[in-house]
């Protein structure tokens, strides 16, 4: 079952042809990841996922994302979908507020003011994101003083709490020492069980480790895609072979 | 003989740091002298300020100083009026223009579109440039007809004429040092506010705003200082009998309007006096940047 579809996307900004006919389905329940050299398009096809690139000026879409056969560009309102295809960054950036605020955030913001709803929500989150034991004795301190691993895994927490169906993770772990990274990849192993997960990714190791499927892009092209085990060890395609076994990119 | 040799045998020697540089001498010096200019000024003010205001504090007394309500040179000398004049038409004046101001400054920043902005903008920025005796012109013309027009009183030059002229004054000041902190927050907050399925105004409140929170308070600061020091457009529009003022729409003299009126002709104690109107002004701006050091203490 598809979670997600991508068909015949074609993606501009200005004048330039960042996406090309990209077409890729993602399957629920599994990790997906984006690989692909800088500048190739996976970042900006990520965010076509829950229309952050909506915040870009003059970018031009055509083509469909569907999220469960809608339409996500015509039939469904974007700050729904935003709820439901939650997002990561690449740098961690909780907002200046106290963790427990971070984690409550999405909720208030839907309207949500009953302390125990929150209470709960905070707490749940925060245990799915490996965060809990760490800081369930200073949910007042500010986020920002966390550790960079910490601060990753509480933006996970922020998402996680808004009990989305997918999660999108745009090089979630590029800015963190290895041991947070290590920290990340075993939260994500819990994560897949629940989750739909998208993720760009400069690590092939960490395609290879976390991904069940694998989608290769090159210049704005989805070159080739599929089982993460067939894309490593029989590419298709002299440009996947070429990058997976490190010759270029 | 080869090259590698050659330089060998050169013997060079790397000379250790020269002791004395006197092109650089030079330079720390011209960089230390213009950091003392600001300093010798403030300290230059505070002190003449104090030598000729103290005078007064000890003929009258502090006490009575500051807390008299009559001004009637060259027997009393109370300037509680001024000091209420002062602050209330400061106070209104933020009231009024601070949240036009922010409101302003989150519209250019975040909601404007562009060619809407590219006038805003520059009509904000040309406010910041007009003289203040200009405002006052405004204030004479459009402020203190319509105040006697709307609530029929015989004069308009009012401590309201005062507030809303003040209160367009700040505007400039506060909303462009708002839209500068706003505009310089990482783009990160507003995606990862929008990426939760927060509406836009709603992560401009929640989030953005409070994020620039010492950038605005400064803005806001800058704007109290202006709307407090202000003389010129105040003299025009505010009617400056040196009573107490009953109400908003009674005429009121502020402390910097005091000064500024009566300085060409006092002598002796009276002038002493005016100086001593200073030193609570002075006094003022102190409170103020102590104040706002506190609040932005721990965003520094």
Not at chain 1, 99 to 127: H, M, P, T
Not at chain 1, 175 to 188: N, Q, S, V, Y
Not at chain 2, 146 to 152: K, S, V
């Amino acid at each position: 079952m598809n979670k997600l579809a991508v068909n015949n996307l074609n993606l501009f900004y200005g004048d330039n042809h960042a996406l090309k006919d990209i077409s890729l389905p993602i399957p629920a329940k599994q990790v997906t990841a984006l690989i692909g050299p800088s500048g190739c398009g996976k970042s900006t096809l990520l965010r076509t996922l829950n229309r952050m690139n909506d915040l870009v000026e003059g970018v031009k879409i055509t083509g469909e994302v569907a999220f469960e056969g809608d339409d996500i560009y015509r039939d469904v309102d974007v700050k729904q979908l935003r709820m439901r295809v939650g997002m990561v960054f690449q740098k961690p950036n909780p907002f200046p507020m106290s963790i427990y605020e971070n984690v409550a955030f999405g909720l208030k913001a839907q309207g949500i003011k009953d302390k125990k709803v929150l209470d709960a929500a905070v707490e749940e989150s925060l245990r799915s994101a490996a965060l809990w034991d760490e800081v369930k004795d200073r949910l007042d301190a500010p986020g920002q003083g966390l550790s960079g691993g910490q601060q990753q895994r509480l933006c996970i927490a922020r998402t996680i709490a808004m009990k989305p169906e997918v999660i999108l993770m745009d090089e979630p772990t590029s800015a963190l020492d290895p041991i947070a990274t290590h920290k990340i990849e075993d939260l994500m192993d819990e994560l897949r069980k629940k989750f739909t997960i998208v993720i760009v990714t400069h690590s092939m190791n960490q395609a290879k480790r976390i991904s069940d499927k694998t989608a290769f892009f090159w210049m704005g092209e989805l070159v080739e895609h599929g089982e993460t085990t067939q894309i490593f060890n029989q590419p298709q395609d002299q440009r996947t072979q070429g990058y997976v076994s490190g010759e270029f990119g | 003989m080869d090259t590698a040799t050659k330089i060998r045998t050169a013997n060079i020697k790397i000379k250790p740091n020269k002791s004395f540089d006197p092109i650089g001498m030079a330079f720390h010096a011209l960089f230390l002298c213009s950091a003392m200019v600001g300093v010798i000024s403030v300290a230059t003010i505070g002190w003449f300020v104090f030598q000729e205001g103290l005078p007064a504090f000890s003929e009258a007394g502090v006490v009575n100083l500051i807390t008299g309500r009559e001004w009637l040179p060259p027997a009393l000398y109370g300037i509680f009026p001024m000091i209420v004049a002062s602050l209330i038409s400061t106070l209104g004046a933020v009231m009024i223009g601070v949240p036009i101001a922010i409101l302003t400054a989150v519209f250019l920043a975040e909601l404007a579109p562009k060619w809407l902005a590219n006038i805003v903008r520059p009509a904000v920025e040309l406010l910041a440039g007009i003289p203040s005796v200009v405002y006052g012109f405004f204030g004479l013309v459009i402020i203190v007809p319509a105040i006697e027009t709307l609530f029929n009183i015989p004069a308009g030059n009012t401590v309201l004429a005062g507030i809303i002229v003040l209160a367009i004054m700040i505007l400039p000041t506060v909303i462009t040092i708002s839209e500068t902190s706003i505009r310089a927050l990482p783009a990160t907050y507003k995606e990862g506010a929008l990426a939760l399925g927060a509406s836009h105004i709603y992560s401009i409140f929640k989030v953005l705003v409070p994020a620039a929170k010492s950038g605005i308070l400064t803005g806001v600061a800058l704007g109290i200082a202006r709307a407090i020091g202000e003389t010129m457009a105040i003299i025009m529009v505010m009617g400056n009998a040196p009573a107490m003022p009953g109400s908003l729409l009674e005429p009121a003299r502020t402390l910097t309007a005091n000064i500024a009126m009566e300085m060409a002709y006092a002598t002796g104690i009276h002038a002493s006096a005016l100086y001593s109107t200073g030193i609570v002004l002075l006094a003022f701006i102190v409170l103020l940047n102590a104040s706002l050091l506190y609040v932005n203490r721990t965003r520094a």
